[in-house]
């Protein structure tokens, strides 16, 4: 099975700053990850997926990047409704995982 | 408006079955592999299992497998989950997500899930 590691576990930002939001994966997943926002009481809503495609509605403010184990997700400056919790998530074959999430807080 | 619906969670003993049910309305679901997640309280979230779009393909993660079975039933655009021999630790709510356009490598429309608990 392949894991993901997600980092940080937490981070605290304000309003208007850079956020860069890391999954590793345990080995190479090409291009296969996604990645998703939750906010609480709330479904996860995709974001990104083959690494880099943002999803329909996604605001352009939201990037991924990355290839084979290291993958990023930026959000450029962040608003007040992007605080939330992200996932990350693999494809190999007929088997997924998620990574166990990054808890974006406002400082 | 495309969207899918979860029923059939419920409290359950340990040991018994339960089977989830997911309606689908919107889009062509036999175009589109489906998916069953589910969130633990308070927890991440974990893949359960998925079709391809004529249920030609499965997967399950290992902590359901030779357990829980998925199936779907392209005819009544409803994807189903049926499982067995239940645990508290599949305590969950469970989503049902249709796989993105294309790759089919992430999920991109999500119910709001059915909760499921397993407790005497």
């Known amino acids: 099975e392949i894991v993901l590691t997600q980092s940080p576990a937490t981070l605290s930002l304000s309003p208007g700053e850079r956020a860069t939001l890391s999954c590793r994966a345990s080995q190479s997943v090409s291009s296969y990850l996604a990645w998703y926002q939750q906010k609480r009481g709330q479904a996860p809503r995709l974001l990104i997926y083959?690494?880099?495609n943002r999803a329909t509605g996604i605001p352009a403010r939201f990037s991924g990047s990355g290839s084979g184990t290291d993958f990023t997700l930026t959000i450029s400056s962040l608003e007040p409704e992007d605080f939330a919790v992200y996932y990350c998530q693999q494809r190999s074959n007929w088997l997924y995982t998620f990574g166990q999430g990054t808890k974006l807080e406002m400082k | 408006e495309v969207q899918v619906v979860e029923s059939g969670g419920g409290l359950v003993q340990p040991g018994r079955s339960l089977r989830l049910s997911c309606a689908a309305s919107g889009f062509t679901f036999d175009d589109y592999a489906m998916h069953w997640v589910r969130q633990a309280p308070g927890k991440g979230l974990e893949w359960v299992s998925g079709i391809s779009w004529n249920s030609g393909s499965t997967g399950y993660a290992d902590s359901v497998k030779g357990r829980f079975t998925i199936s779907r039933d392209n005819a009544k655009n409803s994807l189903y989950l049926q499982m067995n021999s239940l645990r508290a630790e599949d305590t969950a709510l469970y989503y049902c997500?249709?796989?993105?356009?294309?790759?089919?490598?992430?999920?991109?429309?999500w119910g709001q899930g059915t909760m499921v608990t397993v407790s005497s």
């Open positions: 997500a249709k796989a993105v356009r294309g790759s089919g490598n992430a999920f991109d429309i």
């Open positions: 083959d690494a880099s």
